[in-house]
């Protein structure tokens, strides 16, 4: 449990994930927490059994059901409820930051999902809200939750966590893009509620030989790759790079962007959207989840919602919006600085170890 150091105790926390190759949102936080008052290890269940720990925070509850298979999925309920119940009869309290209400792949039973829950909900401390919008559906979803305590944490930025020192048209040359292109990107990991096949669709009846729809990052399935490829196939205007982008390329693909779109089906936060403004990068989103706080929060040069499915006229007129101004002071992300909001999860481990 906490460490003696002096006056105060160490908080010890065991982060589900701590690291992770898919998004630097949990290195921003854990790597900053102030190390003479709290230690983050990462999760294992050596760990979670063998070792005493004051705070057990879960990100991704919904991960049980990344499976085609039921019985695969049932087996993970069952451990990763064991393991809650074992740190929780040594007392650590359990935090869950919600990135999503539910399952993107969902279940093929609802009252496995309803079980599952149901227990994870009841176990729960203390959960973070990333926006003020997000609570209201999530008590609606998880009536367990209403009355326990909760923390309004925004996703942080990413200034000057990715390297970004390629200019436009240096980022243009390295991916074979002309300089006088529009040029419109899709980056990050590829599941299916990302929608990436319907903004293939839409933008390949949008004319135009200036265009370019850029497509890069990994699908998480075989099958998302086959139909992201036949959905691309016979278009010259649309390059693919389907594999990993490491951190040091990110900048290519954003720098030689003019808008960022992400036509998810399904979507609450987006730490894709963060990352793009990060990159001083203009963004259409669905106006879902918590799209509509961050709109308000940057202001409409920097976000465009649009409304149901992505539709070719709305990506005409995004791409538009975005090429149009050349002007644009960078957003501002003040309110979401990574050593104030490593801070607010320092101070939240406390309150719950200490009372205060």
Not at 35 to 59: E, K, M, N
Not at 71 to 96: C, D, F, Y
Not at 256 to 278: E, Q
Request: hydrophobic letters at 40%.
């Amino acid at each position: 449990m906490a460490i003696e150091t002096g006056r105060k105790k160490t908080i010890r926390v065991l982060a589900w994930p701590k690291h992770s190759e898919a998004s630097s949102y949990f290195g921003i936080i854990y790597d900053r927490l102030p190390p003479d008052s709290v230690v983050a290890d990462q999760f294992s269940t050596g760990r979670a059994l063998a070792r005493s720990y004051d705070i057990f925070h879960f990100h991704f509850p919904e991960r049980v059901f990344y499976f085609n298979s039921f019985r695969k999925a049932a087996i993970r309920i069952l451990w990763v409820g064991s393991v809650i119940a074992w740190v929780k009869l040594r007392g650590t309290k359990l935090v869950w930051t919600v990135h999503n209400l539910r399952s993107h792949e969902q279940p093929r039973s609802s009252w496995i999902d309803k079980l599952y829950y149901g227990f994870f909900t009841r176990a729960v401390d203390c959960y973070i809200c990333m926006n003020p919008s997000t609570r209201t559906p999530l008590l609606e979803r998880y009536p367990a939750l209403a009355g326990k305590p909760f923390r309004l944490i925004p996703h942080p930025h990413y200034r000057g966590v990715y390297p970004n020192g390629v200019g436009r048209n240096e980022a243009r040359d390295e991916l074979g893009l002309e300089r006088d292109a529009r040029v419109v990107l899709f980056v990050g990991q590829m599941r299916a509620y990302k929608n990436v096949p319907k903004l293939i669709a839409a933008f390949r009846q949008i004319e135009g030989e200036d265009l370019r729809l850029v497509v890069a990052g990994l699908p998480v399935k075989s099958d998302e790759r086959a139909r992201i490829e036949a959905a691309a196939e016979g278009d010259s205007r649309i390059r693919l790079h389907l594999a990993f982008v490491p951190d040091d390329r990110l900048q290519h693909f954003l720098n030689a962007a003019d808008l960022v779109a992400l036509p998810y089906r399904d979507i609450l936060n987006s730490g894709s959207a963060i990352l793009a403004l990060s990159f001083d990068r203009p963004v259409l989103v669905p106006r879902r989840g918590a799209m509509g706080d961050l709109a308000g929060m940057v202001g409409e040069e920097w976000i465009r919602l649009f409304d149901g499915d992505l539709t070719p006229a709305e990506l005409e007129a995004a791409i538009a919006w975005a090429c149009s101004r050349n002007d644009r002071s960078p957003p501002d992300l003040a309110p979401l600085e990574p050593e104030a909001i490593a801070r607010e999860h320092a101070q939240l481990y406390r309150s719950l170890v200490t009372g205060r």
